[in-house]
């Protein structure tokens, strides 16, 4: 946790589910996708730490509760694996080792993607907190196509620039911080992270 003091990098688990990325017959686009974005997102410094797995409900389970309690991540984003289809299994995953449910993340995402595809009711993505005796992370199942990472994490902007639908990723850094996490920041231009008045600290001098 954060010392309110000398703050640290956040921390953030990038894992992939995927049978034929994690074999090697097809190449993992979801993690580069949210290197990318994040790269682009966040103005406060970050680590990550980035895993590419089969879609294998134990190994999904095991994955997400070693980046949380061992790597102490702060933020955990898994891509692929939340559809209808019998081997997705990253929600059940998720929920599993979850100890709060926080159902305004799937609920949003999904109305940003219906926007584009009627098949987007089908995506069944969700987000957990999970806590330990000294440690809690919010855990969240993103889409697997790198144009609809970008979509549900970014928002959707008019011609002008004008947001139309809030991506997810505005609230994510309140939540970190109400979950004991570092202060992390974002450019307003690709994605300006909301906190409410009192939750907001003055700006560091150059």
Not at 7 to 20: C, M, N, P
Not at 22 to 33: C, F, N, R
Not at 69 to 80: E, K, S, V
Not at 86 to 95: G, H, I, K, S, Y
Request: glycine share 8%.
């Amino acid at each position: 946790m954060s010392d309110g003091l000398t703050e640290r990098a956040l921390r953030i688990g990038l894992v992939s589910v995927s049978d034929r990325a994690s074999s090697g017959t097809y190449q993992d686009q979801g993690i580069p996708a949210l290197r990318e974005w994040l790269a682009s997102a966040l103005s406060s410094p970050f680590e990550i730490h980035d895993r590419l797995i089969p879609d294998e409900r134990a190994q999904i389970e095991a994955t997400l509760v070693d980046l949380c309690d061992n790597l102490h991540c702060d933020l955990i984003l898994t891509t692929g694996g939340t559809g209808p289809a019998r081997r997705d299994v990253t929600p059940e995953a998720t929920l599993a080792i979850g100890t709060k449910e926080m159902p305004g993340f799937g609920e949003q995402m999904r109305q940003i993607s219906l926007r584009f595809v009627p098949t987007a009711i089908l995506s069944r993505q969700v987000a957990v907190i999970r806590e330990t005796d000294t440690h809690a992370a919010l855990i969240m199942n993103l889409p697997g196509q790198p144009k609809s990472i970008r979509e549900t994490l970014q928002g959707l902007r008019d011609a002008d620039g004008k947001v139309i639908v809030p991506g997810i990723f505005a609230a994510v850094p309140y939540c970190i911080d109400l979950i004991g996490g570092p202060y992390a920041e974002t450019r307003s231009e690709v994605c300006a992270a909301f906190r409410p008045k009192s939750a907001i600290r003055p700006a560091k001098p150059v």
